[in-house]
Antibody
Framework: QVQLVESGGGLVEPGGSLRLSCAASGFTFSDYYMIWIRQAPGKGLEWVSYISSSGGDISYVDSVKGRFTISRDNAKNSLSLQMNSLRAEDTAMYYC???????????????????WGQGTVVTVSS | QSALTQPASVSGSPGQSITISCTETNSDVGSYHLVSWYRQYPGEAPKLIIYEVAKRPSGVSDRFSGSKSGNTASLTISGLQAEDEADYYCCSFASSRTLGFGTGTKVTVL
């Protein structure tokens, strides 16, 4: 069965860095886009970034552009999120998830997110 | 980026039907018609319950149904049960190639 297991979260001071990882199993990882989603304590869901199966299509939410970098290693079935210049507002549970893509009106778009990991907690505080 | 507005809370008695709205304030989002809905229990990861506006994944109760009119998508829960008490989020992919989640709705079963 599909499994997504995040790791790498922890406590970091403002301005610091963390690297999150997501180990995928139970499906052909190299066939799928992957996505990071976060949820601040007591708040709603926020999409952070996605990466295409080959790594050639990447997008970020405006608030992390220039600070976060998404990457993947298809040989190791692994997804990563390098987070630099961390801020207090980056404090959240970070989920690795698998979106399903379809072609809609000539564009490849995210249709839904069918599998989620259990998340890893990132706390940015001094 | 996508802005999807939901009511903060909706409540109902067991057996009743409730509807959660999701209004897209970015007109680009409405053109995709690919709204999905997720249920999240406290301390757990979200789970997909509706995709492509009105389709249900295998294993999801038919008490859940989705619809869309203009820039507003809706999730209806029929025959409300205690286990439906959770947070619900809509989600849509925008023409700017970003993903937006709704503000979230807490469903309370009275």
């Amino acid at each position: 069965q599909v499994q997504l297991v995040e790791s790498g979260g922890g406590l970091v001071e403002p301005g610091g860095s963390l690297r999150l990882s997501c180990a995928a199993s139970g499906f052909t990882f190299s066939d799928y886009y992957m996505i990071w989603i976060r949820q601040a304590p007591g708040k709603g869901l926020e999409w952070v970034s996605y990466i295409s199966s080959s790594g050639g299509d990447i997008s970020y939410v405006d608030s992390v552009k220039g600070r976060f970098t998404i990457s993947r290693d298809n040989a190791k079935n692994s997804l990563s999120l390098q987070m630099n210049s961390l801020r207090a507002e980056d404090t959240a549970m970070y989920y690795c998830a698998r979106p399903l893509m379809i072609t809609f009106r000539g564009n490849i778009v995210i249709s839904e997110i069918d599998f989620w990991g259990q998340g890893t907690v990132v706390t940015v505080s001094s | 980026q996508s802005a999807l507005t939901q009511p903060a809370s909706v409540s109902g008695s067991p057996g009743q039907s409730i509807t959660i709205s999701c209004t897209e304030t970015n007109s680009d989002v409405g053109s995709y018609h690919l709204v999905s809905w997720y249920r999240q229990y406290p301390g757990e990861a979200p789970k997909l319950i509706i995709y492509e506006v009105a389709k249900r994944p295998s294993g999801v109760s038919d008490r859940f149904s989705g619809s869309k009119s203009g820039n507003t998508a809706s999730l209806t829960i029929s025959g409300l049960q205690a286990e439906d008490e959770a947070d619900y989020y809509c989600c849509s992919f925008a023409s700017s190639r970003t993903l937006g989640f709704g503000t979230g709705t807490k469903v309370t079963v009275l």
